[in-house]
């Protein structure tokens, strides 16, 4: 970096929110940097570059095709309406499988929320549905019209909530589904400035977007094997350099306390975990100094601790990658990519122009599972408030008492109670733990296959995103 760079400002991405131009002569963790790259108003990616692709026209007709082929040309040809930039990084479009597979994948997700909602909450509370970044609004409109055609008695009592980042967003998902659906609530705010307690229990959907969320880089120092965090320091003409120092970040010192308490191993050579090894690595020459970077997701835990603090009561159903092709260099290192004259186009280096490029992540979802119980099952403290009981509890007693009243045992498969809420029996059982799905496994479950079949017996909703998986 600049030799300057320790003369300049620290600052964040909250901080940046103000600045209408990628900003000079500062310095910040890498999570801000994606974030501001992200989501910056006035120039981030989402608010000014990306489009959503939406299949124009009527839903893909599956059953009519005569195999995948067929089905990609059709993909092709209605993602060739957004026409071809002639140069430079151009709009940013890209699909998800609620647009791909619209109205059907909506639909099971929809019938994934009603089935848990019938089973545990009906008639005694309302349908609650948080999403947070919606989109175009795609998947609330399919989730919404399936519960109305098919679960009028449902419908009478969903509440729809959307909370969206990017402004332009919300305000089209605000004109697509509140005239229909009078149930939808958009608020434009980041999930991560959420400050509103959700009493009542409640689904809570992030689908496709936890790989936007922003990462911290890390590095290992190979002599004392201790945690140094990146930061990235821009110079007055805009060029970037990195630099090294030890943990003081609450936020990464918190995931690493986690991740040692949870037993999952940072990604070090086990031969260097030999004080006698690790002295003759070090001594060799030109060795490096530091490992390998490993970007770490700190913003998924803070995500994780707003689920705990003010949804006490909801089920998360998260959807997203867990491996992606292209990735730039690293542990757990994202893809950075652009779209040229209508083709992606994969980066090798994080530093990019801020708002030009996509930056997402792949998810370990064995290790988000594990992360998201143990933050669930932390005992409430300081401004933790008493969720409101359920009008089944029977009993004033503390749940935590009577839930061992009969026996000692406790099921591995789920958490502990919460007291004053009963389960739908009015037993104090705890819900049962998330699990992890592979999307195809997801979507046997819960879609409507015959409705995605093509003539050659292929199915498109099963068979693509072999890289996506669901906890629920």
Same mark, same amino acid.
């Given at each position: %970096?600049?030799?300057?760079?320790?003369?300049?400002?620290?600052?964040?991405?909250?901080?940046?929110?103000?600045?209408?131009?990628?900003?000079?002569?500062?310095? $910040?963790?890498?999570?801000?940097?994606?974030?501001?790259?992200?989501?910056?108003?006035?120039?981030?990616?989402?608010?000014?570059?990306?489009?959503?692709?939406?299949?124009?026209? *009527?839903?893909?007709?599956?059953?009519?095709?005569?195999?995948?082929?067929?089905?990609?040309? /059709?993909?092709?040809?209605?993602?060739?309406?957004?026409?071809?930039?002639?140069?430079?990084?151009?709009?940013?479009?890209?699909?998800?499988?609620? /647009?791909?597979?619209?109205?059907?994948?909506?639909?099971?997700?929809?019938? &994934?929320? @009603?089935?848990?909602?019938?089973?545990?909450?009906?008639?005694?509370?309302?349908?609650?549905?948080?999403?947070?970044? +919606?989109?175009?609004?795609? #998947?609330?409109?399919?989730?919404?019209?399936?519960?109305?055609?098919?679960?009028?008695?449902?419908?009478?009592?969903?509440?729809?909530?959307? @909370?969206?980042?990017?402004?332009?967003?919300?305000?089209?998902?605000?004109?697509?589904?509140?005239?229909?659906?009078? &149930?939808?609530?958009?608020?434009?705010?980041?999930?991560? !400035?959420? *400050?509103?307690?959700?009493?009542?229990? &409640?689904?809570?959907?992030? $689908?496709?977007?936890? *790989?936007?969320?922003?990462?911290?880089?890390?590095?290992?120092?190979?002599?004392?094997?201790?945690?140094?965090?990146?930061?990235?320091?821009?110079?007055?003409?805009?060029?970037?350099?990195?630099?090294?120092?030890?943990?003081?970040?609450?936020?990464? +010192?918190?995931?690493?306390?986690?991740?040692?308490?949870?037993?999952?191993?940072?990604?070090?050579?086990?031969?260097?975990?030999?004080?006698?090894?690790?002295?003759?690595?070090?001594?060799?020459?030109?060795?490096?100094?530091?490992?390998? %970077?490993?970007?770490?997701?700190?913003?998924?835990?803070?995500?994780?601790?707003?689920?705990?603090?003010?949804?006490?009561?909801?089920?998360?159903? #998260?959807?997203?990658?867990?491996?992606?092709?292209?990735?730039?260099?690293?542990?757990?290192?994202?893809?950075?990519?652009?779209?040229?004259?209508?083709?992606?186009?994969? &980066?090798?280096?994080?530093?990019?122009?801020?708002?030009?490029?996509?930056?997402?992540?792949?998810?370990?979802?064995?290790?988000?599972?594990?992360?998201?119980? !143990?933050?669930?099952?932390?005992?409430?403290?300081? *401004?933790?408030?008493?969720? +409101?009981?359920?009008?089944?509890?029977?009993?004033?007693?503390?749940?935590?008492?009577?839930?061992?009243?009969?026996?000692?045992?406790?099921?591995?498969?789920?958490?502990? %109670?919460?007291?004053?809420?009963?389960?739908?029996?009015?037993?104090?059982?705890?819900?049962?733990?998330?699990?992890?799905?592979?999307?195809?496994?997801? $979507?046997?479950?819960?879609?409507?296959?015959?409705?995605?079949?093509?003539?050659?017996?292929?199915?498109?909703?099963?068979?693509?995103?072999?890289?996506?998986?669901?906890?629920?």
């Amino acid at each position: %970096p600049d030799p300057d760079h320790m003369q300049y400002a620290r600052v964040t991405s909250n901080d940046l929110e103000q600045y209408t131009k990628p900003p000079t002569r500062v310095k $910040m963790l890498v999570r801000d940097f994606i974030e501001d790259s992200l989501y910056n108003p006035h120039y981030g990616y989402f608010p000014q570059q990306a489009t959503i692709f939406t299949s124009a026209g *009527d839903p893909i007709d599956f059953r009519s095709m005569r195999d995948s082929a067929e089905f990609q040309n /059709e993909v092709a040809q209605r993602y060739s309406t957004y026409g071809t930039d002639e140069e430079g990084p151009g709009r940013q479009i890209w699909h998800t499988p609620t /647009e791909l597979f619209k109205p059907y994948y909506g639909q099971a997700i929809a019938r &994934c929320l @009603v089935s848990e909602y019938l089973l545990k909450n009906f008639p005694y509370e309302d349908l609650v549905i948080y999403e947070i970044g +919606a989109g175009n609004g795609t #998947l609330a409109m399919d989730i919404l019209d399936y519960i109305q055609s098919e679960y009028p008695e449902v419908y009478e009592r969903t509440h729809y909530n959307i @909370v969206e980042i990017s402004r332009r967003l919300a305000k089209l998902q605000q004109e697509l589904l509140v005239p229909r659906h009078p &149930c939808v609530t958009v608020t434009p705010k980041s999930i991560f !400035h959420w *400050d509103q307690r959700e009493p009542a229990p &409640c689904f809570f959907l992030a $689908m496709e977007v936890i *790989d936007n969320f922003a990462h911290d880089m890390i590095r290992y120092d190979y002599r004392s094997l201790e945690p140094y965090q990146a930061l990235i320091t821009v110079d007055a003409q805009g060029d970037y350099g990195i630099y090294y120092t030890r943990v003081t970040d609450n936020l990464i +010192a918190s995931f690493l306390n986690l991740r040692r308490r949870l037993g999952h191993s940072p990604p070090l050579p086990a031969i260097l975990k030999s004080p006698s090894v690790r002295s003759i690595y070090n001594n060799l020459p030109f060795a490096p100094n530091l490992s390998t %970077p490993e970007y770490i997701p700190t913003r998924l835990l803070s995500l994780l601790r707003t689920l705990r603090k003010h949804f006490p009561r909801h089920r998360l159903l #998260l959807s997203d990658f867990s491996s992606l092709p292209d990735t730039i260099p690293g542990v757990n290192a994202p893809v950075v990519q652009a779209r040229v004259r209508g083709k992606a186009v994969a &980066c090798s280096t994080l530093f990019v122009r801020p708002g030009l490029f996509d930056i997402f992540f792949p998810t370990h979802f064995g290790r988000l599972r594990d992360m998201y119980e !143990h933050v669930l099952a932390q005992p409430r403290v300081g *401004d933790d408030l008493p969720v +409101a009981p359920s009008p089944l509890a029977n009993s004033v007693s503390p749940l935590s008492i009577g839930a061992g009243f009969f026996s000692s045992y406790k099921p591995q498969n789920r958490r502990s %109670p919460i007291d004053g809420v009963a389960s739908s029996s009015g037993l104090p059982v705890g819900e049962l733990k998330s699990n992890v799905f592979t999307h195809a496994e997801f $979507m046997e479950t819960y879609a409507d296959l015959e409705l995605t079949r093509l003539k050659s017996g292929e199915n498109p909703l099963v068979d693509y995103y072999k890289n996506v998986k669901f906890v629920f």
